[in-house]
T-cell receptor, first 115, second 114 residues
Framework: DTAVSQTPKYLVTQMGNDKSIKCEQN?????MYWYKQDSKKFLKIMFS???????INETVPNRFSPKSPDKAHLNLHINSLELGDSAVYFC??????????????FGQGTRLTVV | AQTVTQSQPEMSVQEAETVTLSCTYD???????LFWYKQPPSRQMILVIR??????QNATENRFSVNFQKAAKSFSLKISDSQLGDTAMYFC???????????FGKGTSLLVTP
């Protein structure tokens, strides 16, 4: 009964490949996020979806395409993987009413290694 | 744009002692939320404590408390009676864009020693 679950936890792939990371939340939240944590542990927002609508796209390359089939899922597809894409990707979810008062719950992260 | 600065990349404290982690932020908004998240070696992001900017009273959660100075845009975390399980990265975060993104500092790596 994990609240926010991501699959896979680890992903090793070659440059140029296309891969997807799946995220599901069972908290009834209406907003989901993708964050990227680089090798220096810096966490940065990539995308935010509210009720399946894209709210934030933080200058992420077009090779990254989020897909939200419903409010409980937000998947991340990455085309033509590059070495610089190696990082830990976190999915998160929360309620959002425009005030910022709700806590975000994070998944356990997916460590992506591009070789 | 909002920025969050954590000026202490690494800190160390002995078990049972008290340690304070610093965080400053920059924003033009008058109402916002601030958070401290903990990331142990397991990688899981765990909310430690949060503060609503319009509340003057500092938030506390058991051994964790904050010193929120709105005018100075400062939001430090105090951990009392440090335990070995407190060893982790600690991230200060600012909720921006009306709740649709957390803006994180670069983190402070805290080591609690016996």
């Amino acid at each position: 009964d994990t609240a926010v679950s991501q699959t896979p936890k680890y992903l090793v792939t070659q440059m140029g490949n296309d891969k997807s990371i799946k995220c599901e939340q069972n908290l009834g939240h209406d907003t989901m996020y993708w964050y990227k944590q680089d090798s220096k542990k810096f966490l940065k927002i990539m995308f935010s979806y509210n009720n399946k609508e894209l709210i934030i796209n933080e200058t992420v390359p077009n090779r990254f395409s989020p897909k939200s089939p419903d409010k409980a899922h937000l998947n991340l597809h990455i085309n033509s993987l590059e070495l610089g894409d190696s990082a830990v990707y976190f999915c998160a979810s929360s309620l959002a009413d425009g005030t910022g008062r709700f806590e975000a719950f994070f998944g356990q992260g997916t460590r992506l290694t591009v070789v | 744009a909002q920025t969050v600065t954590q000026s202490q990349p690494e800190m160390s404290v002995q078990e049972a002692e008290t340690v304070t982690l610093s965080c400053t932020y920059d924003t033009s908004e008058s109402n916002y939320y601030l958070f401290w998240y903990k990331q142990p070696p397991s990688r899981q992001m765990i909310l430690v404590i949060r503060q609503e900017a319009y509340k003057q009273q500092n938030a506390t959660e058991n051994r964790f408390s904050v010193n929120f100075q709105k005018a100075a845009k400062s939001f430090s975390l105090k951990i009392s009676d440090s335990q070995l399980g407190d060893t982790a990265m600690y991230f200060c975060a600012f909720m921006k864009n009306s709740g649709y993104a957390l803006n994180f500092g670069k983190g402070t790596s805290l080591l609690v020693t016996p």
